[in-house]
């Protein structure tokens, strides 16, 4: 079956998610992935379509199937964002990665999402998410509460103030 999106007449191929798995719910590092491009979109407008490319190079050059919930892109080979970044021609104001005084550094996007992602152990993947920062006491884990944001394991819902 086709995986492509038509809306307006024009065909898209998926971001998120390439294949069909048959679940309806989103997986941790879907949802992941979700947050990090929403931020882009909502804050930069700037449309799935100019993303679209660079998710697809992160994938295929990383070999992990949410390169943007993985520590990979952000820690371990920064000098392969750049790469990707310069083949898939993105715009300044998406860039993952900057060079300052001779140092390839997080742009300041990459930087916040890092501020606010527990990795696993040795860089892996995304563990949870602190949605302001890790200063903050709130955290959306996917073993904890269903993922829901939670206060030392109350749901925030569950708080009264």
Known sequence: MDRRLLRGGSVYEPVIRPERTGEEA?????FVEAGYLREYR?????SLRRLRPVVQFLRERFGVPYP?????PYVANRE???????????????VMV???NGQLVLAPGAAAFVEKAEFAPGGGEVLRIHPDDRSSPVVIDPLRGFGAPAVHGIRTENLGG
């Open 26 to 30: 989103v997986t941790w590092g879907e």
């Open 42 to 46: 909502i804050r930069h407008r700037v």
């Open 68 to 72: 943007l919930a993985h520590a990979r």
């Open 80 to 94: 392969l964002v750049l790469e990707v970044q310069d083949e898939t021609g993105i715009d300044r104001e998406l």
């Open 98 to 100: 900057v060079i300052r």
